[in-house]
Nanobody, 122 residues
Framework: QVQLVESGGGLVQAGGSLRLSCAASGRTFSNYAMGWFRQAPGKEREFVAVIGKSGEGTRYADSVKGRFTISRDHAKNTAYLQMNSMKPEDTAVYYC???????????????WGQGTQVTVSS
């Protein structure tokens, strides 16, 4: 089992920045690729970003490319999502998740956090 706890959400103005954290515990952190997903009101949950097990590879949704950066710190067993130049359409509940693969496909993820709310005001 892997337990994931997100933090860092909140309210930010358009153009501002937030950094989300995802603290992992349980099994070996480096055995899992880490992904971020989000779900806006009335919409399905969607892929945001993924980082490989050792941090060597990343992939982003087109909607966040160039604005968001995913990273991980193995010493702290934590993954991060740095969000810059934020837009109102980034408003959503953000979830981190862990997979033994390395993919943007939600069904491949075995463990999920509880989510953290991000609201971007215009």
């Amino acid at each position: 089992q892997v337990q994931l706890v997100e933090s860092g959400g909140g309210l930010v103005q358009a153009g501002g920045s937030l950094r989300l954290s995802c603290a992992a515990s349980g099994r070996t952190f480096s055995n899992y690729a880490m992904g971020w997903f989000r779900q806006a009101p009335g919409k399905e949950r969607e892929f945001v970003a993924v980082i490989g097990k050792s941090g060597e590879g990343t992939r982003y949704a087109d909607s966040v490319k160039g604005r968001f950066t995913i990273s991980r710190d193995h010493a702290k067993n934590t993954a991060y999502l740095q969000m810059n130049s934020m837009k109102p359409e980034d408003t959503a509940v953000y979830y981190c998740a862990a997979t033994q693969g390395s993919t943007w496909i939600q069904s491949a993820y075995d463990y999920w956090g509880q989510g953290t709310q991000v609201t971007v005001s215009s």
